[in-house]
């Protein structure tokens, strides 16, 4: 699957990926009237707002991206009709075209992180009937139980020729409080990704890059050229840019010489660009078009600061 | 919501959690059988016994015990079908007065987290309407992210009155890769469990035990013991006794002195007792009285090892 994202990164241009992670206040009117009128004050309603919302988003973008990243908290707070209208995003996302990133940060012991690994990469078998319960192409995976709390992933990644990112230093402010601390005299998030170089060594496919990648924030440039070298055959999946503060000068770190190596995320700025009084003109009504318009900017951004 | 879980506790005199963690092959053909006839190779035919499995389990032990552990991700495999049984079960346990600790191991950054204990622990308002997407009273929550990460379920805890368990040492084998590493001379565990003890301090209930406890397994006794004295107001949630290795004389250094503070699960030495050769005589038709055999001799081999 790696060879599949580097495949697309290279004929859009853009090593981008848009977090569809949708909030109801992001939501124009025009939407989540319907679905209230429908279905009343539901989670089925929100369900239907949030599939909407990311249909008309999806529509106008799938041509600029390779791939799209939802984040399962923000189905999962609406129960069960939240996740069915994750699990329609993911499907939506494929017919158009996209690589799906399920940032899901599960990870269990080793028998449970077997079963978030074949719901979310694989599949399980019902009878003689064999079925992908939500289908997405990357998982995100937390690190924390070591080992055997991630290899089941690595697992059905060879297994269902899909991919996998694990936390090693994420971008939120608290990160450092453990992920920093020294060991040996290294960062933890050292070890952590020197793990993610091991776990990934023998999941290399045709690329010549491994389906074990990293996720690394945009909020911490200078961890991300030390772990670029840590693990050189590793994707880093960036999160941080634009609302959490990440610009794209600080990006080039995590980018190998041939622009390759990095994915760099932007949730909010690009589906809520609309709310932004830069993108004011497009309206409610254009809220698709504004994320259009911000996911160009992004490029435009990015590419002058890594490739310029 | 501790202040309850150790009133129950002290009701049934069974420091117990049984782990609702059901596969496919624990579950009787009288079961499976009519879920296929009626629902087919689908997922909601594995929901559907998922379900049924559970709900004969409940009816035989909920007298014995005082809560139960369901982990989700072995209903998130079978997808959304399978998330409807996960939150049937968690409304069934609640109907028959039994507390039940959501074993879903989430975390994330601060805003993301937040949906997570909406989900699991807190409500959605949607229009004038206040919903519970999961509706369970405790969660398990991994610190990887740090502070930003956690906070928001210990906000959720206070406004709903539940609690959660923090991943602090983790019952598995790799479990020591990252965790037993020494940061200044102490291990990871450690400063994990204090800053559990930090996190909980303004979030004590009437019983003077705190809303955020840890999760230590019962494979590692002795950094139990460290732990129990770490953390005197934080509860342990004690995976790993039973199949995982586990036995009542390992547990005493997880408990206080007056035989408080902690609570010990056991998942599939429970529910999967019938297929055990020691209850071969309860057969397939006895598998939930087969389970209540199971808790009752875990409570005595507790009871033992604990208080003897």
Not at 225 to 238: D, E, Q, S, W
Request: some cysteine.
């Amino acid at each position: 699957m790696i060879g599949r994202l580097i495949e697309k990164i290279r004929e859009t241009g853009a090593p981008i990926v848009v977090g569809l992670d949708p909030q109801m206040k992001f939501i124009p009117g025009m939407i989540t009237g319907p679905a209230f009128s429908k279905y009343g004050e539901t989670l089925e309603a929100c369900g239907e707002a949030i599939f909407e919302f990311n249909r008309g988003i999806v529509d106008e973008v799938c041509d600029l991206i390779p791939a799209v990243k939802p984040q399962i908290a923000m189905y999962e707070q609406f129960g069960i009709p939240g996740l069915a209208a994750f699990r329609r995003t993911v499907d939506y996302c494929h017919e158009k075209g996209l690589i799906v990133i399920g940032d899901v940060k599960r990870g269990d012991i080793g028998s449970t992180s077997g079963s978030y690994a074949s719901a979310h990469l694989g599949s399980v078998t019902v009878g003689n009937t064999t079925i992908e319960p939500f289908g997405e192409d990357f998982a995100t995976v937390n690190p924390y139980l070591g080992s055997d709390g991630v290899k089941p992933f690595i697992d059905v990644c060879r297994s269902h020729g899909k991919g996998i990112f694990v936390l090693v230093k994420t971008s939120n402010p608290s990160s450092g409080e453990f992920q920093d601390r020294l060991i040996d005299g290294k960062p933890l998030y050292e070890l952590v990704g020197e793990k993610v170089r091991e776990w990934g060594e023998d999941a290399c496919d045709e690329s010549g890059w491994s389906e074990v990648g990293a996720v690394v924030g945009a909020t911490y440039p200078e961890m991300g050229r030390t772990l670029r070298a840590i693990m050189p055959k590793n994707y880093i999946l960036v999160p941080g840019y634009g609302a959490q503060g990440g610009t794209g000068k600080d990006l080039k770190p995590f980018f190998d010489g041939d622009g390759l190596g990095a994915i760099v995320n932007s949730s909010r700025g690009i589906i809520a660009a609309w709310q932004n009084e830069k993108y004011a003109d497009c309206g409610e009504a254009g809220y698709a078009y504004a994320a259009r318009r911000a996911v160009l900017e992004m490029k435009e951004d990015i590419s002058g600061a890594v490739f310029g």
